[in-house]
């Protein structure tokens, strides 16, 4: 089973500080995801990535296959980035058997 | 389009007592999954099915039974419930596996066994 470690667990920054977030996982995998969810529940798929580097909006997701490794940026954060921030990989590795999950990153940005 | 959708979204139910978790998806996703989420935990796969007919086992099976009879739905059944299954359970789907696909997630069911 693919090993998933987050950190930090907590963060409470300014707002307008620039946030990372980072994710080491244990298996080689194909594909690594990032998820956003809210306090009420509901999660959200932020990034899926397999190499380099996404962008989307204020959010930036890179990932370094060969060192196991991602990281969640966050630019210009906001009040409303206030969130747990959730890395996840596929559980074995190969991809067809579900995710495995980090124990999240819950962030708060202060006004 | 309606995404993952789930049912009931709060639930209490006494020990012994079963029930099922209703999860249904209107993309025409082959893959689906159910995890539960507890607190210092992070969620955890319990069943998953990459099609109709196809089941298995994910990290924290016990206590929970699935079938996929359909590409739409994907009912989580508790056969005796215990107060341990207490927990967040997350139904989600993607078009294939995890690998290389965005996934959906339904908006979560509260479950409280007492």
């Known amino acids: 089973k693919n090993e998933v470690e987050q950190s930090p667990q907590n963060l409470t920054a300014q707002e307008g500080e620039f946030i990372t977030i980072n994710c080491s996982y244990s298996?080689?995998?194909?594909?690594l995801h990032w998820l956003q969810q809210h306090p009420g529940g509901g999660i959200v798929s932020l990034f899926m990535?397999?190499?380099g580097k996404k962008k989307h909006g204020r959010l930036i997701a890179t990932i370094n296959i060969q060192e196991k490794h991602s990281s969640l940026h966050i630019t210009a954060s906001h009040p409303r980035d206030s969130a747990v921030y959730i890395c996840?990989?596929?559980?074995?590795?190969?991809?067809?058997?579900?995710?495995?999950f980090g124990k999240g990153t819950h962030l708060i940005i202060q006004p | 389009n309606a995404g993952v959708t789930q049912t009931p979204k709060f639930q209490v139910l006494k020990t012994g007592q079963s029930m099922t978790l209703q999860c249904a998806q209107d993309?025409?996703?082959?893959?689906m999954s159910w995890y539960r989420q507890d607190p210092g935990m992070g969620l955890r796969l319990i069943h998953y099915?990459?099609?109709?007919?196809?089941?298995d086992q994910g990290e924290v099976p016990n206590g929970y039974n699935v079938s996929r009879s359909t590409t739409e739905d994907f009912p989580l059944r508790l056969l005796s419930a215990a107060p341990s299954q207490t927990s967040v359970y997350f139904c989600?789907?993607?078009?294939?596996?995890?690998?290389?696909?965005?996934?959906?997630f339904g908006e979560g069911s509260w479950l409280t066994v007492v």
């Open positions: 996840a990989v596929p559980y074995s590795g190969g991809g067809a058997d579900g995710l495995t």
């Open positions: 298996v080689g995998i194909s594909a």
């Open positions: 993309m025409n996703h082959e893959y």
């Open positions: 989600a789907s993607s078009y294939m596996g995890s690998s290389g696909n965005t996934i959906y």
């Open positions: 099915s990459v099609g109709a007919g196809i089941t």
């Open positions: 990535l397999s190499s």
